[in-house]
């Protein structure tokens, strides 16, 4: 990709170049997990109290294991924006890597049973599992695997955000004026790359629009259920009133409050899957970062080529003496005199020199988007087989849950329908 492409060489966790790319993944080499989060209190840049919550990142030799070695795992403390520093490092050094998202900062799509507050306990924990998520998409992407800053995120305490900082990856941003102006003024854009972006925005409507009903669902479907403890309460009140069958209506409200009491589990159970959903919600804005990488460098490509066909269309000018399109140069001339042939001469070997330059630098970006379209469509593909391959297993689950849902519901009224069998 150039030469300011970052190094993948991995610390030493990464031994001969032999080795297939999927042996060397990160994952064969350490084990990562993020086992706990705690909430902090501190102070910002300008000296002001913030409550915040740190994730603790455990890191443990799969060598050792494997030997039978029960040693303890490395462990440090990171912050969320510490996380969001490391994604946007990869994100301007990898911009041909569909790079794996973040778990949301603030709950979205939620229920209204569900908190919203980033502080919530529940919350936290399915934003710790989100976190552990990132760290091993990273750890087995085959090319960010290889990346020392992401190791040393890992595994370095101190002296790591300094790390990412000397890398300079800040000055490649690139900004969203001009990729917005990149977008509306390429004239050549590429046919795929305009599908994959229109696909992404489809992909994340289809989602937004999935976990809202799944949303509203769980609304009534917590109200359905809590609604059957008033069976339970109004059997219970009626037992007390009856000999021969209290009983039986007794042990038929119970039943209908532990099936009310089940929403609660079931629900919690259910925000597992609505985050898996929402990663590639996440994961179509990440598509879509790709496809305006590549309008970029298309629109300098195109602006690069431009340029250079009007300084030889004024080289050709000068040598021939004639102006094929109006300028002020010409009207200059028509003004003030025509110039002399040595000052003419000068001007045509100065532009020649240009001419030559940027051939060579239009050449030079013809070879880094051709390398660009390359990596990223390599890792599209590699995006797609995991995107069908997770959102399938996630819709399997969640309807197996749905199903396991619906039998308890029936084993209940049939529990309730033998207690009023023996009455």
Not at 163 to 174: N, P, R
Not at 195 to 224: F, N, P
Not at 329 to 341: H, V
């Amino acid at each position: 990709m150039g030469d300011g492409a970052p190094e993948k060489e991995s610390c030493g966790i990464v031994s001969g170049r032999s080795e297939t790319m999927e042996e060397n993944y990160l994952l064969k080499k350490i084990e990562i997990g993020v086992s706990e989060a705690e909430k902090r209190n501190g102070k910002t840049s300008m000296n002001m109290q913030e409550t915040y919550t740190a994730y603790l990142i455990e890191t443990r030799s799969v060598e050792s294991q494997l030997d039978g070695q029960n040693t303890p795992p490395d462990s440090l403390w990171r912050r969320y924006s510490e996380f969001e520093l490391l994604r946007n490092y990869l994100l301007v050094s990898y911009p041909y890597v569909v790079v794996p998202p973040l778990p949301e900062k603030r709950a979205e799509f939620v229920w209204h049973k569900l908190s919203a507050d980033n502080m919530d306990p529940d919350f936290v924990e399915r934003r710790r599992i989100g976190l552990e998520s990132f760290l091993l998409r990273v750890a087995s992407h085959p090319t960010l695997c290889h990346d020392k800053i992401f190791y040393s995120f890992l595994t370095q305490e101190s002296g790591w955000k300094e790390a990412v900082y000397e890398t300079g990856f800040q000055l490649k941003v690139d900004s969203r004026l001009k990729a917005l102006n990149a977008t509306f003024r390429v004239k050549n854009p590429d046919k795929r790359f305009t599908q994959l972006k229109h696909y992404s925005d489809e992909l994340q409507t289809a989602i937004s629009h999935l976990l809202r009903v799944r949303a509203r669902v769980a609304d009534r479907l917590y109200g359905v259920y809590k609604v059957h403890g008033n069976y339970g309460r109004v059997f219970s009140e009626w037992s007390a009133i009856e000999k021969e069958m209290g009983d039986g209506l007794q042990s038929a409200g119970h039943h209908m409050d532990v099936y009310a009491a089940s929403i609660d589990d079931i629900l919690e159970e259910e925000e597992h899957y609505a985050d898996q959903l929402k990663e590639y919600l996440f994961y179509a804005e990440a598509l879509r970062a790709v496809c305006r990488k590549h309008e970029l460098m298309q629109y300098d490509l195109e602006m690069a080529a431009l340029d250079l066909a009007t300084k030889k269309q004024q080289c050709e000018e000068l040598a021939t003496g004639t102006v094929r399109t109006f300028s002020l140069k010409g009207m200059t001339s028509k003004l003030f005199g025509q110039e002399t042939p040595e000052q003419r001469e000068a001007k045509i070997k100065a532009l020649e020199e240009q001419i030559e330059e940027e051939e060579k630098q239009l050449k030079a970006k013809n070879l880094e988007s051709s390398d660009f379209v390359k990596s990223a469509w390599a890792d599209i593909d590699h995006f797609k087989e995991q995107k069908n391959r997770d959102l399938k297993e996630a819709l399997i689950s969640y309807a197996v849950m749905q199903i396991s849902m619906c039998k308890k519901g029936i084993q209940v009224w049939t529990n309730a329908k033998e207690c009023f069998s023996k009455m």
